[in-house]
């Protein structure tokens, strides 16, 4: 595709349910990134792909989070028994080399709203 | 850690006019990138200016333009004859040698017709 897509657009889930956010990064990124937004907050960074190497969670708040990344392109951003303090925007990035000097590509994010 | 301040949290400006985005950062490194980013209603980030720490010159894409004082440690943005689309938050973004990227809280931007 032309950019980096993510799903849904919007969620909401009951406290307590699992959630599973899917980002599609650009065809031939090999690097690619979860960040949450919080409501009126930066970005935090949660964690990050490059090809087939170990991803770098060290961003992930709690072993809630976790997030895989099939065959180097798809990956979901799963959240296990969701709490009201999830609720935020979920962005996904991706970028064609990885490294200070790289420009990072977003997609539009998905907004979770845990009740 | 690397640590990036945006002490304004909204700043408005008169279409056509020129506004200056502040953003500060701390680290200890010699070597890393600086960014701005614009985010839109849409959510959608998009990519404005970005500044290598080791090229003294200021980086500049159209009406975009970087004051970098490396000694300072700010890296500000600069916005020329503003438009109605330039209404967005924006946001400063640091990125090390080894990776680690850091974002500041964001600037609301408004732009008065």
């Known amino acids: 595709g032309a950019g980096v897509s993510q799903s849904p657009s919007n969620k909401v889930t009951e406290k307590g349910k699992d959630v599973e956010l899917r980002c599609d990064p650009i065809?031939?990124?090999?690097?690619l990134y979860w960040y949450r937004q919080s409501l009126g907050q930066g970005l935090e960074f949660l964690i990050y792909f490059q090809g087939n190497s170990a991803p770098d969670k060290s961003g992930l708040p709690s072993d809630r989070f976790s997030a895989e990344r099939t065959g180097g392109s798809v990956s979901t951003l799963t959240i296990q028994r969701t709490q009201q303090e999830d609720s935020a925007v979920y962005l996904c990035?991706?970028?064609?080399?990885?490294?200070?000097?790289?420009?990072?590509?977003f997609g539009p994010g998905t907004r979770l709203l845990v009740l | 850690a690397q640590t990036v301040t945006q002490s304004q949290p909204e700043m408005s400006v008169q279409e056509a006019e020129t506004v200056t985005l502040s953003c500060t950062y701390d680290?200890?490194?010699?070597?890393?990138?600086l960014f701005w980013y614009k985010q839109p209603p849409s959510r959608q980030m998009i990519l404005v200016i970005r500044?290598?720490?080791?090229?003294?010159q200021n980086a500049t894409e159209n009406r975009f333009s970087v004051n970098f004082q490396k000694a300072a440690k700010s890296f500000s943005l600069k916005i020329s004859d503003s438009q109605l689309g330039d209404a967005a938050m924006y946001f400063c973004?640091?990125?090390?040698?080894?990776?680690?990227?850091?974002f500041g809280a964001g600037t609301r931007l408004t732009v008065k017709p």
């Open positions: 500044q290598e720490a080791y090229k003294q």
């Open positions: 680290t200890s490194e010699s070597d890393y990138y």
């Open positions: 065809s031939g990124h090999t690097a």
């Open positions: 973004a640091y990125r090390s040698g080894d990776n680690d990227m850091r």
């Open positions: 990035a991706s970028s064609i080399i990885p490294g200070p000097q790289e420009t990072q590509y």
